[in-house]
């Protein structure tokens, strides 16, 4: 119902906009509204909407990852959305993605990095929108998992304490990668300007992340498609063959650090076209 109310109220709101900004932009307004509308329309009737791709980050990263990927995907035609993960919980974080695919019509493919991961299984549990599940060196966790128990479930992380800062804020403590150990932990394979920059922009995620569980997962029901990056130094390969296979997942494996989106655009981006290809 949320949805459905939701999505009613966005042509008020258009208008709203347009009335503010002027005569000029109510024509622009109007043409976007009917646009997508007329789109939309003519594609389900011939081949069906193209779905949005919505990209989800994990912690000690933002949406910049995804340029890379999401300027092919674009090219290509389809929507892209990359939201800031907020990183303050896993239920609030959950909470928070699902308000932005509320406001989505259509298809949705939805993908995750890293704890990213953690955000879109939960986030996408019982929404009939959303067709496929990408985890690109993700978590995919079942209920009552949680991010330090997966990590902590095979060998190789260096995800460890002694590569955090922990800069405390009102109502809780942020962790980052400090800076000496960036690139060889999160982005080994990344130039090392491009690595020395992802570290200084880095988004922290709270602490308390770590040890909050997952709640019943979206795979059950929607098809899921990974990419393992082998040389991940963040969460073990095993790791992710394991949850992978734990989930039904089809399963691309590539030599590339945590970072794969970062340095092995081409492989991501070709993952996420065929979930597409998968659920068309």
């Known amino acids: 119902m949320f949805r459905t109310l939701h999505r009613k109220r ?3 709101l258009a208008l709203a906009v347009a009335v503010l900004l002027g005569a000029s932009a109510t024509a622009a307004v109007s043409g976007a509204a009917a646009g997508p509308a007329a789109t939309t329309a003519g594609h389900h009737h011939h081949h069906g909407p193209k779905p949005t791709v ?22 290509k035609g389809y929507p892209v959305i990359a939201p800031a993960n907020p990183l303050r919980g896993v239920d609030s974080d959950a909470a928070y993605l699902r308000s932005v695919l509320d406001t989505i019509d259509g298809p949705i493919v939805l993908v995750g990095h890293s704890y990213g991961g953690f955000v879109t299984t939960s986030a996408a549990t019982g929404d009939p929108d959303v067709k496929a599940l990408v985890y690109v060196a993700a978590f995919a966790p079942d209920a009552g998992d ?27 403590n942020d962790g980052y990668i400090k800076t ?12 090392a300007g491009t690595a020395a920059v992802m570290a200084a922009t880095q988004r922290p995620a709270d602490l308390a992340t770590l ?3 997952a709640g019943e997962p979206a795979w059950a029901t929607i098809p899921s498609w990974t ?19 734990r989930a039904g997942a089809r399963v691309t494996e590539v030599k590339a650090s ?7 655009p081409g492989p991501t981006t070709d993952v996420i076209l065929a979930a597409i290809k998968g659920v068309s």
Do not use: E, K
Not at 56 to 74: K, N
Not at 163 to 172: C, E, F, H, K
Not at 180 to 191: H, I, L, Q, T
């Open 146 to 172: 949680t991010v330090g128990g997966l990590s902590g479930q095979f060998p190789g992380s260096r995800l460890d304490p002694t590569a955090l800062d922990i800069r405390p804020y009102p109502g809780g």
């Open 227 to 245: 990419l393992v990056a082998t040389d991940d130094q963040v969460i073990p390969a095993a790791a992710q063959r394991f949850m992978a296979q």
């Open 54 to 75: 919505v990209l989800v980050h994990g912690a000690f990263a933002d949406a910049s990852g995804w340029t890379d990927v999401a300027r092919t995907l674009l090219r």
């Open 258 to 264: 945590h970072a794969v989106m970062v340095s092995r």
């Open 10 to 12: 966005l042509p008020r």
């Open 180 to 191: 000496s150990v960036f690139r060889s932990v999160f982005a080994a394979d990344v130039p």
């Open 211 to 213: 040890g909050q569980p």
